[in-house]
C-alpha cells in the first residue's frame, strides 16, 4: 500500500464526536431518531445501554 492510499483509508474514516450538554437526557434516550440528520451511520456506540444489558444501574438523573 503506497502512502496515499493509506492517507485516503484514514480520511474515509474519520470521525467526529458530538457533544450536547442537556438538561433533559430522557427525550434523546426515548427517542433515538434525532441521530439520523447527521446521515448515515456506520457504527454507533451507546455506553448506558450497553451497561443496562449487562446488568448495571444506569441514572441519568
Same mark, same amino acid.
Given at each position: 500500500?503506497?502512502?496515499?492510499?493509506?492517507?485516503?483509508?484514514?480520511?474515509?474514516?474519520? #470521525?467526529?464526536?458530538? !457533544?450536547? !450538554?442537556?438538561?433533559? !437526557?430522557? /427525550?434523546?434516550?426515548?427517542? /433515538?431518531?434525532?441521530?439520523?440528520?447527521?446521515? #448515515?451511520?456506520?457504527?454507533?456506540?451507546?455506553?448506558?445501554?450497553?451497561?443496562? /444489558?449487562?446488568?448495571?444501574?444506569?441514572?441519568?438523573?
Amino acid at each position: 500500500m503506497v502512502l496515499g492510499q493509506i492517507l485516503m483509508y484514514q480520511k474515509i474514516f474519520q #470521525d467526529y464526536d458530538i !457533544v450536547y !450538554v442537556v438538561t433533559d !437526557v430522557n /427525550s434523546f434516550i426515548d427517542d /433515538s431518531n434525532w441521530i439520523n440528520q447527521f446521515g #448515515d451511520l456506520l457504527m454507533l456506540q451507546e455506553p448506558e445501554k450497553m451497561d443496562k /444489558s449487562l446488568g448495571c444501574k444506569v441514572d441519568l438523573n
